[in-house]
């Protein structure tokens, strides 16, 4: 079957009527067959088959059915990664109902919005994270929410366990879904601006399990982590929902990240095929811990931001395959891939984040029209709808001017926000975010390529370059470093890292400053904030 044809394939599985989503991403797989390996905080670890999650899953939806939960209804989680939120999810959407991620790191003005802008009658919560619940300023009482605790409930709480055990799966509810329908109602990490919501539909998953087949090559005989966090896209796309919906196995791993914990998973359970944000690489390549000997993984896929080529060298060298680096946005799924699949692979071009997915087609757009840039003009990253059948995203719940701002007034483009270039060959290269370019003197910069000088001097762990004012060239570059341990900041040090640009990239991109720093403002999901760091920078100088 060529990449089309299991597109067309896809679709007609997915974007249809009558879907049955209980069938689709469990009934249909083998009951003997594991959905997901759980490793406890203790590294202890047990599975979950697929026929434990039917039963589990049949007697939540019925649970919520009781509850007077409707097709259509927002049911919200609060969760980390375990049997019982697999469990809730995928009983959230065999009743029918819409499946509101909260991330576990949020506090209560962050939880209050999404609850409010989803209507979510019920939440389900572990009980750790119970209090973040309780009515506040942030967060006002609300009488028709329903509070589910799973682990153990205070008096008068609706505990998950006894709503499991009191509900016949018998009595599970088939409820017919069609192709456009909202599975999921995610919010945007809010980077660039207040949250918003983006409704996910049935349709999505043809694109979920694209991107496991074409751009990670998951087979069916690879022990897959997707190691991000399901309360954010790229874990609950390709960690959740798009492993069900294609009958693979993920690993839900409940301790929080260290390296030693990272080595232990994928030496005890062989794992052979990882994907993770940049951060996950950068911190096991700078840890203290050095990967154990024997290490040899199939594959390794990188999203979330792009990828220092450093770091893919390093993984071919320590982890036994480069690292591909891999381009999405909540609004999209993954959409250009460096490809691991046959039909799909090419050498990887450093810098690179690869090429329009099966079912996709980008193209970038000059700064000031809708015209397609020239090879290695930097412009426009954007999705051409003409030749993008996988595209789901419709625009923004209640927020039409937003939804405006992504799509060209001829239906033929959506707009990412970001900025890049294509090769001649169709291979993108990311510069930045369009509020991240900065344009000193008339050139135009993008971060991410002295971010990559930068973190190549092993002295670095993590960089941010940002623009900031400057009276005669309208903004200079200055980086944030933070240095791998047992580095010490010095001027010394400083100098010589500019010089490392110069050198390395180009004289005029060098730093004007460095400012060593513990940490980088990082969305909950490991983006790094650089608008923080610009806004900071901004107000001190104006303060000098």
């Known amino acids: 079957m060529t990449p089309d044809e299991r597109v067309a394939d896809l679709l007609a599985t997915f974007d ?246 990272t080595w232990k998973v994928i030496t005890e359970l062989g794992v052979t095929n990882l994907a993770a944000a940049p951060t996950v690489f950068r911190s096991l390549r700078s840890a203290e811990t050095p990967a154990p000997a024997g290490i040899d993984l199939r594959r390794i896929s990188s999203a979330g931001e792009p990828l220092n080529p450093d770091v893919v060298t390093w993984g071919a060298e320590t982890l036994g395959a480069e690292i591909h680096d891999t381009y999405g946005q909540t609004e999209l799924g993954m959409s250009i891939v460096n490809g691991w699949h046959p039909d799909v692979y090419a050498d990887i071009r450093h810098g690179s984040m690869g090429r329009a997915m099966p079912g996709w087609k980008a193209a970038v757009l000059k700064e000031e029209s809708d015209e397609i840039a020239e090879p290695g003009e930097l412009g426009r990253v954007v999705i051409d709808l003409a030749g993008s059948p996988l595209m789901w995203f419709t625009g923004y719940v209640d927020a039409p001017e937003k939804t405006a701002e992504r799509f060209s007034a001829d239906g033929r483009w959506y707009y990412t926000g970001d900025a890049g270039q294509m090769d001649a060959d169709g291979f993108l290269y990311f510069s930045a975010r369009d509020d991240d370019v900065i344009i000193m003197a008339g050139y135009r910069i993008g971060p991410f390529e002295v971010e990559s000088v930068l973190v190549g001097d092993p002295r670095v762990a993590e960089s941010a370059v940002v623009g900031v004012p400057d009276a005669l060239r309208g903004e200079v570059v200055e980086a944030f470093v933070v240095l791998a341990p047992g580095e010490t900041p010095s001027a010394e040090l400083a100098t010589e890292l500019k010089n490392r640009v110069k050198t390395k990239l180009a004289a005029h991109l060098y730093p004007r400053e460095i400012h060593f720093v513990s940490q980088l403002p990082k969305t909950p999901s490991g983006k790094i904030q650089r608008f923080q760091l610009r806004k900071e920078r901004t107000e001190e100088i104006s303060k000098a």
């Open 16 to 261: 249809n009527e009558g879907r049955d989503l209980g069938d689709l991403l469990c009934d249909r797989h083998p009951a003997d067959a594991v959905a997901f390996t759980v490793v406890q905080p203790d590294l202890t670890f047990r599975d979950l088959t697929y026929g434990e999650l039917a039963e589990s899953s049949r007697r939540f939806a019925v649970a919520l059915g009781e509850l007077g939960v409707q097709p259509g209804d927002r049911v919200a989680t609060l969760m980390g990664k375990s049997a019982d939120f697999v469990t809730t999810v995928l009983g959230i959407w065999r009743a029918g109902a819409v499946h509101v991620p909260l991330f576990t790191a949020f506090a209560p003005p962050a939880i209050g919005l999404r609850l409010k802008g989803s209507a979510a009658t019920v939440v389900v919560t572990d009980a750790s994270q119970r209090a973040k619940l309780a009515p506040s300023e942030d967060l006002p009482a609300d009488d028709a929410r329903r509070v589910i605790v799973a682990g153990e409930a205070g008096e008068g709480e609706l505990a998950l366990a006894d709503l499991l055990a009191a509900a016949d799966p018998s009595k599970a509810p088939v409820v017919e879904r069609k192709g456009s329908d909202e599975l999921v109602r995610l919010f945007t990490s809010g980077t660039t601006g207040t949250p918003k919501g983006v409704p996910i539909p049935v349709k999505a998953l043809a694109t979920f399990v694209i991107y496991l087949e074409y751009g990670l090559d998951v087979t069916a005989d690879d022990v897959y982590w997707n190691a991000a966090d399901p309360g954010w896209a790229y874990g609950l796309y390709y960690g959740i929902a798009g492993p069900l919906a294609a009958g693979r196995r993920n690993i839900l791993l409940q301790a929080g990240f260290s390296p030693e914990t």
